[in-house]
Nanobody
Framework: QVQLVESGGGLVQAGGSLRLSCAASGSIFSINAMGWYRQAPGKQRELVALITSSGSTNYADSVKGRFTISRDNAKNMAYLQMNSLKPEDTAVYYC???????????????WGQGTQVTVSS
């Protein structure tokens, strides 16, 4: 059984910073891309940032220059450093990862339970 657990969300004033963490645990052979998504009330879930196993990154235009995604492959962790936060960044943030549990299996998609980020104006 594989689990993704996010942490680090909370309430912050506009212009502030937060760092989200995502921990993958369980039977894991390898992890492909890891990503952070967010979903605001009444809106669809959207990609915020993605990082491949080799460290290549991709960001939504709305967060470029403010957010930084990173990962620690040895610890099966991913992080999202969020700076210069804006009220429009308010959402539930979800961690996503493509995980191969066993060498003979394919890659499955896993999601965390989400962590709330609220940015006050």
């Amino acid at each position: 059984q594989v689990q993704l657990v996010e942490s680090g969300g909370g309430l912050v004033q506009a212009g502030g910073s937060l760092r989200l963490s995502c921990a993958a645990s369980g039977s894991i052979f390898s992890i492909n891309a890891m990503g952070w998504y967010r979903q605001a009330p009444g809106k669809q879930r959207e990609l915020v940032a993605l990082i491949t196993s080799s460290g290549s990154t991709n960001y939504a235009d709305s967060v470029k220059g403010r957010f930084t995604i990173s990962r620690d492959n040895a610890k099966n962790m991913a992080y999202l450093q969020m700076n210069s936060l804006k009220p429009e960044d308010t959402a539930v943030y979800y961690c996503n990862a493509g995980i191969r549990q066993w060498i003979w299996e394919g890659v499955d998609d896993y999601w965390g339970q989400g962590t709330q980020v609220t940015v006050s104006s």
